[in-house]
């Protein structure tokens, strides 16, 4: 099973400039974490005009070469959620159909990534494809060799199947165990990737929010997957996050609240790790002093483990729901 901490050789972004939604926001992200990524890690890149990649190029100059393919109607930028998962030779693709508040609204949306995602996965990754039926996001998975760790809403999203079944098929397809941790009350993505990482075969990472009254049963939240880490034996350290409490907009029309989901801003934990090298979100707090603070807490945290630390500003990714490590896919 592919484990992100290992040496990798790749990464995928999609370029959002001429994108059919509002994530042509994030075009600036994407163009400061490509001058962030080291010079020995392909870069492949997803653009939906020939156009948008040619002003790309321009803008980064001659620095790196880039591989990349034009598909017209790509408007992802989530690819960590819609690719899949890489076992040795394979690449097990569950069914890509987030679950969310809105999904009703959006069948031919997520009906169309689903198809031209193998498109990506044919040109760049070239792995034989073997589908696995879940409905399954990619950020609801950290593993290392031996553990898989998720949230209950892969439980949820599959009311077909039993807990005892789906934790089996996952054992039979990709080689690993299931450990599955009960969603957050208060989270509608229920992505792992928000709350924990792994940072090599024997440390997981796992959130430290701000002693706040409206983070009282997070922190209590955090301290169970750290717990659930320690009783299978794997080493833990604290990730300083700080997250902020604004809701996202949504489409799902319920009354007395304006959004099922929260923004990003302040999750730290969803970097992306590329051999040496971590790449930290930065964000825009609400005081100086806490800006400040947790931009570099974390920065000194992993210089310390021995990686070469980068930092890119996520405020216009953050408004989306997601980080770093939601929109890049590396192999």
């Not at 302040?266 to 603070?293: A, H, R």
Request: aromatic share 12%.
């Amino acid at each position: 099973m592919n484990c992100e901490f290992r040496k990798v050789e790749n990464i995928i972004l999609a370029y959002p400039r001429s994108f059919k939604n509002n994530f042509n926001k994030t075009t600036i992200v994407i163009e400061e974490l490509i001058k962030k990524i080291p010079k020995n890690i392909n870069i492949q890149l997803i653009s939906s005009s020939l156009h948008d990649l040619n002003i790309l190029l321009d803008r980064i100059g001659n620095e790196r070469a880039i591989e990349s393919i034009i598909i017209k109607d790509w408007d992802e930028i989530w690819l960590r959620d819609c690719i899949g998962f890489i076992n040795n030779n394979k690449l097990v693709k569950p069914i890509y159909f987030p679950m969310y508040c809105d999904y009703r609204f959006r069948w031919k949306y997520f009906k169309k990534i689903n198809q031209l995602s193998k498109e990506i996965i044919r040109s760049f990754i070239g792995k034989e494809m073997i589908d696995i039926p879940l409905i399954w996001d990619g950020g609801n998975l950290i593993n290392n060799d031996r553990y898989g760790f998720m949230t209950s809403k892969i439980i949820e999203d599959n009311p077909s199947f039993s807990k005892f079944y789906i934790e089996h098929m996952i054992e039979d397809y990709l080689g690993i165990k299931s450990i599955v941790i009960p969603r957050q009350k208060e989270d509608a993505i229920g992505h792992i990737d928000g709350f924990a990482s792994f940072v090599n075969d024997r440390r997981l990472a796992v959130s430290l929010y701000p002693n706040m009254p409206f983070l009282k049963d997070d922190n209590i939240y955090l301290d169970g997957i750290l717990s659930i880490a320690n009783d299978v034996g794997l080493e833990t350290m604290r990730i300083h996050d700080r997250p902020i409490d604004q809701s996202i907009k949504c489409q799902c029309r319920k009354k007395k609240r304006s959004g099922c989901y929260s923004v990003s801003r302040g999750i730290y934990i969803n970097n992306i790790i590329l051999n040496d090298t971590v790449i930290l979100p930065q964000y825009s707090l609400p005081t100086k002093k806490e800006t400040d603070y947790y931009n570099r807490v974390n920065v000194e945290l992993y210089t310390k483990l021995g990686f070469k630390t980068e930092t890119v500003n996520c405020d216009n990714l953050s408004q989306f729901g997601g980080s770093l490590h939601c929109l890049s896919y590396v192999y």
